[in-house]
C-alpha cells in the first residue's frame, strides 16, 4: 500500500492505494477532506534565527514563489509561498499570526510533503 495526500480546489485528501497483484488495476480509497494544510515541508536548511513555528509543505512540488520575506507580520492564513505541483500552485500558508523568522528554501528547489519551508515567531 501506498500513501498520497492530494489537493483538489484547495481540498486536501489523504488517498491510499492498493496493489492487486500484476497486471491489476490499483484501487484507491480516500478519505474525506481536510483542513488545508499550514504549510508544505522540506528539509530544512538551518538558519541561526530560526522561528518556533514551522511552516510545512502539504505535498510535494516545487517552490514556485515566495510571497513573504524575513521579519514580515503575517497573520494566520496568510501567503507564506506558492508550490507547484502537478501543474497546480499551491499556497503555502501561515498556521498562525507570527514574524516571518526563516525562508529556508528559494524559487525552484523541490520539497517533499511535510518538509519545513520556513518559519515564524
Known amino acids: 500500500m501506498k500513501n498520497y495526500t492530494i489537493t483538489v480546489n484547495g ?9 492487486n497483484g500484476a497486471g491489476a488495476a490499483p484501487a484507491a480509497r480516500a478519505a474525506a477532506p481536510k483542513a488545508m494544510p499550514k504549510a508544505a515541508p522540506k528539509a530544512a536548511k538551518s538558519a541561526g534565527g530560526a522561528g518556533s513555528i514551522e511552516v510545512k509543505a502539504g505535498a510535494a512540488g516545487k517552490v514556485f514563489k515566495v ?3 524575513v521579519g514580515q507580520k503575517v497573520a494566520k492564513g496568510d501567503t507564506v509561498l506558492i508550490l507547484e505541483a502537478m501543474k497546480m500552485e499551491i499556497p503555502v500558508v501561515a498556521p498562525e499570526d507570527g514574524t516571518i523568522a526563516s525562508i529556508d528554501v528559494a524559487v525552484g528547489d523541490a520539497v517533499e510533503s511535510g518538509a519545513v519551508l520556513a518559519t515564524l515567531n
Do not use: G, I, L
Open 11 to 19: 481540498n486536501v485528501y489523504d488517498v491510499t492505494v492498493e496493489e
Open 67 to 69: 510571497e513573504a520575506s
